[in-house]
């Protein structure tokens, strides 16, 4: 499932930020070789303090396992402001109807523990980027420029989401390569990876629901001795049979009952993760 957070709910989706921080730095870092700044264990850098938005793919037990960061091209961003060797003296392209897409990346290790092998690596990929088509579309953006690798390049072809365009030159950056993609956030786009991905409905999460899962497993985790794995799997799929707040707050009352006395607020407000 996508989780979009942006300025508006940070706040509430802390935890999920500090995941998605450490996967770049596995990624980005450790792995790619880019020149990112990492402290504590975390890549963040001055983009992350321009209040983008994040669209970030969960799995079934809500853990972060990909990401990607979108930027408008009207003020900062890292076509003009870092990989501007890309450009080869071209102007960088600014419009308000353009957001630039960088950091993608999809946590291998974990999806790769699953057991499903490459084909749950897949859908995480293509469903992060129906999410992010699919969000950029509803925010009245028409194009996204994005900064990928050679891989990531084929990646996008395969997947029946072929950028129209580039812009500038392939570049060297750390241990691979980079260049600037353009690609379109029409419906046709959208639906051609959701037809090769096998991918149908809402990929987006109910908010309320996953700050709740998120909150009774925090909960569970902190007086594990004390709580099976069928009774967290219980209160689990209380919170997903709820369809309301009121509903999501029963949940969380019953959670309560069960595992102990909650310090933190259960309203539709209450931080989790």
């Known amino acids: 499932m ?14 999920i930020l500090d995941e998605m921080f450490r996967l770049r730095a596995r990624v980005f870092g450790d792995r790619l070789g880019w020149d990112v700044k990492i402290e504590d264990g975390r890549e963040i850098d001055e983009f992350d303090h321009l209040d983008p938005a994040y669209v970030i793919g969960l799995d079934d037990d809500d853990n972060v396992v990909a990401c990607v960061r979108a930027l408008q091209t009207t003020g900062p961003h890292m076509l003009a ?3 501007s060797d890309i450009l080869q003296g071209q102007a960088p392209l600014r419009s308000a109807t353009l957001w630039e897409s960088t950091r993608f990346c999809v946590d291998t290790d974990r999806l790769m523990m699953t057991g499903r092998g490459v084909g749950t690596v897949s859908r995480a990929t293509c469903e992060l980027m129906v999410g992010s088509l699919e969000y950029a579309r509803a925010s009245g953006i028409e194009d996204i420029i994005t900064v990928i690798d050679p891989v990531m390049n084929r990646v996008l072809k395969r997947s029946d989401n072929a950028p129209y365009d580039y812009v500038g030159a392939t570049v060297q950056m750390g241990k691979t390569k980079a260049l600037a993609a353009l690609l379109d956030c029409s419906e046709e786009r ?17 908010e309320d629901a996953l700050s709740a899962r998120r909150a009774v497993r925090s909960k569970t985790a902190s007086v594990s001795g004390n709580v099976s794995a069928e009774v967290l799997q219980y209160l689990i ?10 509903e999501i707050s029963a949940a969380l009352a019953l959670a309560d009952q069960l595992v102990g006395p909650w310090s933190e607020p259960t309203s539709k407000t209450f931080v989790a993760g």
Not at 2 to 13: E, F, G, M
Not at 190 to 206: K, L, S, Y
């Open 190 to 206: 959208i639906a051609r990876v959701r037809a090769f991905a096998g991918i149908e409905g809402d990929v987006f999460v109910d």
């Open 2 to 15: 996508i989780l979009v957070v942006d300025a508006l709910n940070k706040h509430v989706h802390g935890g």
């Open 81 to 83: 402001d870092v990989f």
């Open 237 to 246: 799929e209380q919170i997903d049979a709820a369809t309301t707040e009121q």
